[in-house]
């Protein structure tokens, strides 16, 4: 079976909604990220959402150049922020581009916490 070359006509939208699940998934499968935050801290707390809820954890936003991905996270104690926080930030970036085939302008890391082992 051969597959032909010729573009199918017609245009793809892909819902915020979808970009979001597959950006915390990403999140989700990143060594040193615990889970994804709300991105509004409510008296100064921050919660990890459960992984139905990971959407709520990024925002997307449309602009001219691509995709602007703000994520906001909870990462794991003893780990470098850096380095987790680049991991990421190319990890959704592959996923959106290589997946979705959507042009990503800029992925941003908000670490909203740190895991701290229990005693």
């Known amino acids: ?22 950006a915390g998934y990403a999140a989700y ?3 040193g990220v615990v889970g994804m935050a709300a991105p509004s801290m409510s008296d100064g707390f921050t919660k990890i959402l459960p ?4 959407r709520r954890g990024v925002l997307t936003q449309l602009t001219p150049e691509g995709t602007v991905i703000d994520m906001f996270v909870i990462i794991e ?6 380095a987790v926080s680049q991991n990421l930030a190319d990890s959704v970036r592959y996923v959106l ?3 979705a085939q959507i042009e990503v302008a800029d992925v941003r890391i908000h670490v909203q916490g740190i895991n701290l082992p229990r005693k």
Do not use: K
């Not at 992984?51 to 990971?54: F, G, P």
């Not at 104690?77 to 850096?82: A, E, Q, V």
């Open 1 to 22: 079976m051969t597959q032909s070359s010729n573009p199918i006509p017609g245009s793809l939208s892909i819902a915020n909604e979808v970009i979001a699940d597959l």
């Open 29 to 31: 499968q990143s060594y």
């Open 51 to 54: 992984v139905h809820r990971l």
């Open 77 to 82: 104690h003893g780990t470098n922020l850096s």
């Open 97 to 99: 581009e290589h997946f």
